[in-house]
């Protein structure tokens, strides 16, 4: 048993020394960032904190809110076995349709023989262009661009094309005017699913047309090998960033990094995608299924929106991975002191511990363990500075020796898991600075780390069933969908790049 209630300094330096644990730190950078609140930097923390708030949630009532809650997912479109229909993996066998290229003219190119003065050119829309302006700039004959330009702009009907938006012309050089190039045809795609096409008819008017592309699902996996950074790792085997971070989220809450996550490591993410009729992907790949494989075990999260619920992660056992309770209510801590009977650090005699103590920098922020009410907010005997929550009729927890309290902190306020409700101090009995936690079961204090029970929300019932359902078959997939080895050409819709602090919210499972 542990006698001290405060860390040695020697002990602190462990968690936030570069080194080993600054390729840690490398490693889950996009899952720290992600976390303000729980990332290893404080200095991080407080910057998100009272800087932009990263937190990517639904508003909350306090903007203070370093909040562990999670982003509300895109709500899922339904997977029929329709999405396995047509799928065809993207590969050398397949001709590169280009916006520009309808599949009729494709197929007319590819049936002559392709003529030298025939190309393709692709314009981005600048500030201040305008379509005419481009096409003069490229030497179109006056009466060409004027009657292209007007085709557009009744069937954009006032839609404006935005800057930096992509025009793809096919062009064509006529031997008797080689300086003033012909438009065969002019796209723009504002989205996948919309094309905006303009082509030459014969008798040398143009036409304008207006087409929309269904858009299907595929489910495709992807397999990779952890080198570095598991983000990275997904993304070069072929994994859109923004699904690898869901998947590091979902599995934060079990797997610590740290320990358990080891080169070499191998995992598997279901995608899917959207495809357009015309073979375009719209969006890379939403993840639906993952496993990471560890030494002794597998990690599966599986995305299932029950019903009249929000989307999310499950276990297979159809287990929410979001535990309703932080395990530690900070980070940048360890356990100086457990639960049960000690030696009291200053009153020298053997008492009951009713917390357990997590040594941390004075000013380090203090996480609301839960949801719920605080109950408590000011000076408590040998607590010092002491905020009491209730979360659940059954559930509280208590925090002590705060240097102060969290902003807006006080009784009667409502607080959400992960909001700031103070920092680590020395006030009331302590010998240095720490946080002392209670988790209280009916009153009761309990071992706030033996509380697994209720920890996560759990599927009963018609949901159960159907999600059970649904586990085996992604399952199934993760192991038999067709397999994507490359990056997708197309990630326009990914736009969280790795490194952008853009993340969303993990709590670390330690
Ligand atoms: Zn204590």
Redesign the pocket.
């Known amino acids: 048993m542990v006698m001290t209630?405060s860390p040695p300094p020697s002990d602190r330096s462990n968690a936030t020394q570069s080194g080993p644990q600054g390729l840690v730190l490398a490693l889950f950078r996009p899952v720290l960032f992600a976390c303000a609140a729980i990332g290893l930097s404080i200095g991080l923390l407080v910057f998100f904190h009272h800087g932009a708030p990263v937190v990517a949630t639904a508003p909350t009532p306090q903007s203070e809110t370093a909040a562990v809650t999670l982003p509300d997912p895109e709500p899922a479109p339904l997977i029929t076995a329709q999405d396995f229909q047509g799928f065809q993996p993207a590969g050398p066998g397949q001709p590169a349709t280009t916006p520009g290229q309808p599949s009729q003219q494709q197929q007319q190119a590819d049936a002559e023989p392709p003529a030298s003065d025939r190309y393709e050119l692709t314009l981005r829309l600048e500030k201040g262009d305008t379509i005419e302006k481009m096409l003069a700039d490229i030497n179109v004959a006056e009466a060409d661009r004027k009657q292209v330009d007007e085709k557009l702009q009744e069937i954009l009907k006032k839609r404006k094309i935005a800057i930096g938006e992509t025009i793809t012309l096919q062009v064509q050089t006529m031997a008797d005017q080689p300086d003033a190039p012909r438009v065969l045809s002019l796209s723009v795609r504002p989205q996948p699913e919309h094309e905006y096409l303009i082509t030459r008819k014969d008798d040398g008017s143009y036409s304008g047309e207006e087409k929309i592309y269904k858009v299907t699902t595929r489910i495709v996996r992807v397999e990779g090998t952890r080198h570095g950074s598991l983000q990275q790792s997904g993304v070069s085997a072929g994994a859109p960033s923004a699904a690898m971070i869901d998947f590091i989220r979902a599995l934060s809450y079990d797997v610590d990094f740290q320990r358990e996550l080891k080169e070499g490591m191998k995992f598997t993410v279901l995608l899917e995608q959207l495809v357009t009729s015309d073979g375009k992907i719209t969006h890379p790949g939403r993840l639906l299924a993952g496993e990471l494989f560890l030494t002794r075990n597998v990690v599966t999260i599986i995305r299932y929106r029950p019903a009249g619920g929000a989307d999310g992660f499950w276990t297979p056992q159809g287990e929410s991975v979001i535990r309703s309770f932080l395990r530690t209510p900070m980070d940048a801590s360890h356990i100086t002191?457990g639960f049960g009977m000690r030696e009291h650090p200053i009153l020298g005699y053997s008492a009951m511990?009713t917390?357990v103590?997590f040594g941390a920098p004075m000013g380090t922020p203090i996480l609301a363990a839960g949801n719920g009410k605080v109950m408590m907010a000011g000076f408590n005997g040998g607590y010092g500075l002491y905020v009491k929550l209730q979360h659940t009729a059954d559930i509280g927890t208590g925090y002590?020796h705060m240097s102060r309290l969290g902003p807006g902190i006080k009784p009667g306020v409502s607080v959400r898991q992960g909001q700031v409700i103070g920092f680590v101090g020395a006030t009331g009995m302590a010998t240095g600075p720490h946080l002392?936690y209670e988790f209280y079961r009916a009153g009761h204090p309990v071992n706030p780390l033996a509380q697994k029970f209720a920890m996560r929300a759990a599927m009963s019932g018609k949901d159960l069933a159907a999600f059970k359902a649904m586990t085996q078959r992604y399952q199934g997939q993760l192991k038999n969908a067709p397999q994507i080895t490359t990056p997708p050409a197309n990630t326009a819709a990914d736009a969280r790049q790795p490194g952008t602090p853009q993340a969303p919210q993990v709590a670390s499972g330690r």
């Open positions: 209630d002191s511990h917390g103590d002590g002392h």
